[in-house]
């Protein structure tokens, strides 16, 4: 199967700083999906972004795909940003997920 | 519609045992997807449906898992004779369609053998 790799594995920051995740992936794909992992299991999606750049609120994506390469950038970040973010990409009819990065906003 | 719900959300059972899980997806959704997550890692695909026929395992599923969907509403995941290796996150999603566009995640199912 196609793998995905992320990095920071683990990420801790101050609330209000800025921070960028990666995702790399090892074949062309036309479906990438970031994802938020919250603490009680929940996984919510954040944006599809197969390729070109996004942007929600203080959350942003860009995916270069001729690279193979996604990332996601979290701006003046708050503690409710805690949790594990995974990046997927789906080439037919499942989910191929990273391991993830997990952050940690401390006040 | 409230979204993906899973029951139970946390399941305690000893080496031996059997265990179900349910998932009831959205209402409108014909695919519904199962997945495991273990501790540190991503979640792992087990099995699709679509609508009531089960078109894909995955070769995680040994034989002592079997997954349901008898009407193409609520499907079942059943454990037989879990073992220490089993405990896991379970999660349940849902689709209309192959796309990725509302592809939703339940809150899955904790289990723990002991």
């Known amino acids: 199967g196609i793998q995905v790799e992320q990095s920071p594995p683990d990420l801790i920051l101050q609330e209000g700083a800025n921070s960028t995740l990666r995702c790399n992936f090892s074949d062309s794909v036309n479906n990438l999906q970031w994802f938020h992992q919250n603490p009680w299991g929940q996984l919510i999606n954040l944006f599809y972004i197969p390729s070109g750049t996004k942007q929600n609120g203080r959350l942003s994506a860009t995916t270069v795909a001729t690279e193979r390469y996604s990332l996601l950038y979290i701006s003046s970040s708050q503690t409710t940003d805690s949790g594990v973010y995974f990046c997927?990409?789906?080439?037919?009819?499942?989910?191929?997920f990273g391991t993830g990065t997990s952050l940690t906003v401390i006040p | 519609d409230t979204g993906v719900s899973q029951d139970p959300r946390h399941k305690i059972t000893k080496r031996g045992q059997n265990v179900t899980f349910r998932c009831d997806p959205i209402s409108e959704h014909n695919r519904l997807y199962w997945y495991r997550q273990t501790l540190g890692q991503g979640p792992e695909f087990l099995t699709y449906?679509?609508?009531?026929?089960?078109?894909?395992k995955s070769r995680l599923l040994s034989d002592r898992f079997s997954a349901e969907r008898p009407k193409g509403s609520f499907s079942t995941l059943e454990i037989q004779r879990t073992e220490q290796g089993d405990s896991a996150m379970y999660l349940c999603?849902?689709?209309?369609?192959?796309?990725?566009?509302?592809?939703?995640f339940g809150s899955g199912t904790r289990l723990t053998v002991v």
């Open positions: 999603a849902s689709s209309q369609g192959q796309g990725v566009y509302g592809y939703t």
């Open positions: 997927a990409v789906k080439p037919s009819n499942q989910f191929y």
């Open positions: 449906f679509q609508n009531e026929a089960q078109l894909e």
